[in-house]
């Protein structure tokens, strides 16, 4: 079987199994094995495929067709300009997770002390950091499955300086632990827990902790209005991601909580998407 054709065959695969993408999956899939990307296959497609890469990149192929996200089996997925690893126990980076960043970096203090909790990979606070070196960044997160993907990610770029926190959303001591910020970021798990079961099947595979946000998906933001946003100095800024319709909810709890100029933006396509706030003065 010629590479040409192995590609062919991993995109037939994932056509039939109903993947909207199937193209550009299989071509990340033979960069992944065979280290060639779509102009490679033009050159080198008539090449005989070795037997252990046809076995390889068909058994990634059947996952990939199963629903397994495209980033576990990669191993690495981009996010703004760093390539993090990701797999089993971590949510995967997404592409509407940058405007958190690239909103929170506008608008924080110069040098200020910044938290990202619920971190996972730490997309969100190496991002920002490689966005404002300026800043002390240090990422939260509780569970050893992701921590392990967040700790390998902030050595893979010490250049950044991030520091990985072993920290729980809901702890009263953890968040006294951290003093005083000049800057909160968090894009917490907001699915609501009854719409889980009916999420696509890639999302089956991710951590449910990363996911849920209790009844109404507000869970995480009560504790974050409870418990984090008196840890911001004044003039501090909060800024969190959210689900398409938290917008209003997120709001109220951010002002009764002590945020002014609570704002909300929305992503590429056009869904509510960040909320952020300033702590008063």
């Given at each position: 079987?010629?590479?040409?054709?192995?590609?062919?065959?991993?995109?037939?695969?994932?056509?039939?199994?109903?993947?909207?993408?199937?193209?550009?999956?299989?071509?990340?899939?033979?960069?992944?094995?065979?280290?060639?990307?779509?102009?490679?296959?033009?050159?080198?497609?008539?090449?005989?495929?070795?037997?252990?890469?046809?076995?390889?990149?068909?058994?990634?192929?059947?996952?990939?067709?199963?629903?397994?996200?495209?980033?576990?089996?990669?191993?690495?997925?981009?996010?703004?300009?760093?390539?993090?690893?990701?797999?089993?126990?971590?949510?995967?980076?997404?592409?509407?997770?940058?405007?958190?960043?690239?909103?929170?970096?506008?608008?924080?203090?110069?040098?200020?002390?910044?938290?990202?909790?619920?971190?996972?990979?730490?997309?969100?606070?190496?991002?920002?950091?490689?966005?404002?070196?300026?800043?002390?960044?240090?990422?939260?997160?509780?569970?050893?499955?992701?921590?392990?993907?967040?700790?390998?990610?902030?050595?893979?770029?010490?250049?950044?300086?991030?520091?990985?926190?072993?920290?729980?959303?809901?702890?009263?001591?953890?968040?006294?632990?951290?003093?005083?910020?000049?800057?909160?970021?968090?894009?917490?798990?907001?699915?609501?827990?009854?719409?889980i079961p009916g999420l696509q099947p890639e999302?089956?595979?991710?951590?449910?902790?990363?996911?849920?946000?209790?009844?109404?998906?507000?869970?995480?933001?009560?504790?974050?209005?409870?418990?984090?946003?008196?840890?911001?100095?004044?003039?501090?800024?909060?800024?969190?991601?959210?689900?398409?319709?938290?917008?209003?909810?997120?709001s109220v709890l951010f002002e009764r909580a002590?945020?002014?100029?609570?704002?909300?933006?929305?992503?590429?396509?056009?869904?509510?998407?960040?909320?952020?706030?300033?702590?008063?003065?």
């Amino acid at each position: 079987m010629t590479k040409q054709q192995l590609y062919l065959k991993v995109k037939k695969m994932l056509q039939q199994a109903g993947n909207e993408s199937s193209a550009f999956d299989a071509v990340c899939l033979c960069r992944k094995v065979l280290h060639l990307d779509r102009a490679g296959l033009a050159v080198h497609g008539y090449e005989e495929a070795a037997e252990q890469d046809v076995r390889e990149l068909s058994c990634l192929a059947e996952l990939r067709a199963s629903g397994k996200p495209l980033q576990y089996l990669l191993g690495k997925w981009p996010f703004l300009n760093l390539a993090l690893a990701v797999g089993d126990g971590v949510l995967c980076p997404r592409e509407e997770t940058e405007l958190l960043v690239n909103t929170a970096a506008e608008m924080l203090p110069q040098k200020a002390r910044v938290l990202d909790l619920c971190a996972g990979t730490g997309a969100v606070g190496l991002g920002l950091k490689s966005l404002r070196p300026d800043l002390q960044v240090c990422c939260g997160e509780k569970f050893d499955g992701a921590m392990q993907y967040l700790r390998k990610n902030c050595s893979t770029y010490a250049q950044l300086q991030v520091t990985p926190l072993k920290l729980d959303a809901f702890s009263t001591e953890d968040a006294a632990s951290c003093g005083k910020l000049g800057g909160f970021l968090c894009n917490p798990p907001y699915v609501e827990a009854g719409e889980i079961p009916g999420l696509q099947p890639e999302l089956h595979f991710e951590p449910k902790t990363a996911l849920d946000g209790g009844d109404d998906g507000l869970l995480f933001y009560r504790a974050i209005a409870k418990l984090w946003i008196p840890q911001l100095l004044p003039g501090g800024v909060c800024a969190v991601e959210i689900g398409e319709r938290q917008a209003a909810a997120v709001s109220v709890l951010f002002e009764r909580a002590g945020l002014e100029t609570v704002r909300v933006k929305k992503d590429f396509n056009q869904f509510d998407r960040v909320v952020t706030g300033t702590r008063k003065q």
